[in-house]
């Protein structure tokens, strides 16, 4: 939790530069070139600011949220973000380990899940040795769930 909140952070850090330093520094560029109504350079610059300006008020109200979870309230026997569960796929009979995240930090490549994708909803407050169905895109998978290390666990 505290790496994603530092890389939020990071990200803030840099595009805040960008929008009060580096942007107004293009556009004055760009005005310098004459008629703006047919200047690339500003209108590009200008598009730039406005995505800028959005993608920072989506990380500092994603910020604000992560700072607000309340670590008390996430189970101790139960999935929960930060869990890595290991699941038996009962159709396929193989193993699989997933480590539920936030979805800016979702890989599924890397077995991080997202708490709101399909599985990640379906793991949930379950238990080891609860049987899960959850209805995929391929289909419904079945789950039994071998092995649970908490968010708590990992913490001590």
Known sequence: MEELKKKLQTEIAALETELRIELPKEILKARAHGDLSEN????????RQAYVNARLGQLQARLRLLSMVDMTKIPH?????????TVLDTKKEDEVTYKLVTSEEADVAKGLISTTSPIGRGLLNKEVGDTVRIQSPGGVKEFEILKLTTIHDEAS
Request: charged share 25%; aromatic share 6%; proline share 0%.
């Open 40 to 47: 690339a350079e500003y209108h590009a610059a200008k598009e």
């Open 77 to 85: 026997n139960k999935v929960g973000l930060g869990s890595t569960v």
